[in-house]
Nanobody
Framework: VQLQASGGGLVQAGGSLRLSCAASGFSDVQNAIGWFRQAPGKKREGVACISRDDVSTYYADSVKGRFTISRGNVKNTVYLQMNSLKPEDTAVYYC?????????????????????WGQGTQVTVSS
């Protein structure tokens, strides 16, 4: 199982980026996928996730209305569209997935108990 996160970069405040997460090795199973981020000197935090059945999406309060998580046409490919970026969004962004049906569910949608993690992609927002 491998996850490949991409799409990070340097952008000015107010700009947009789209992160991609491609998970391979799951055959025909569609899994929940979560996005997390870790800023320098801070704990890793949940940003958004999409449930395995695509019924539910969850967002951190700090990104609601600005970020959108969606699933691509290719199974286990997920995007994180990030608009109106702020300097405080600067972090390394990670995607994660797992076979469990207990992830990306309310109320603990931000749980980090995923077995599989990508390598991270750097997002830097300048003021």
């Amino acid at each position: 199982v491998q996850l490949q996160a991409s799409g990070g970069g340097l952008v000015q405040a107010g700009g947009s980026l789209r992160l991609s997460c491609a998970a391979s090795g799951f055959s025909d199973v569609q899994n929940a996928i979560g996005w997390f981020r870790q800023a320098p000197g801070k704990k890793r935090e949940g940003v958004a996730c999409i449930s395995r059945d695509d019924v539910s999406t969850y967002y951190a309060d700090s990104v609601k209305g600005r970020f959108t998580i969606s699933r691509g046409n290719v199974k286990n490919t997920v995007y994180l569209q990030m608009n109106s970026l702020k300097p405080e969004d600067t972090a390394v962004y990670y995607c994660a997935t797992d076979f469990s049906a207990l992830l990306c569910v309310s109320p603990n949608w931000g749980s980090e108990q995923y077995d599989y993690w990508g390598q991270g992609t750097q997002v830097t927002v300048s003021s």
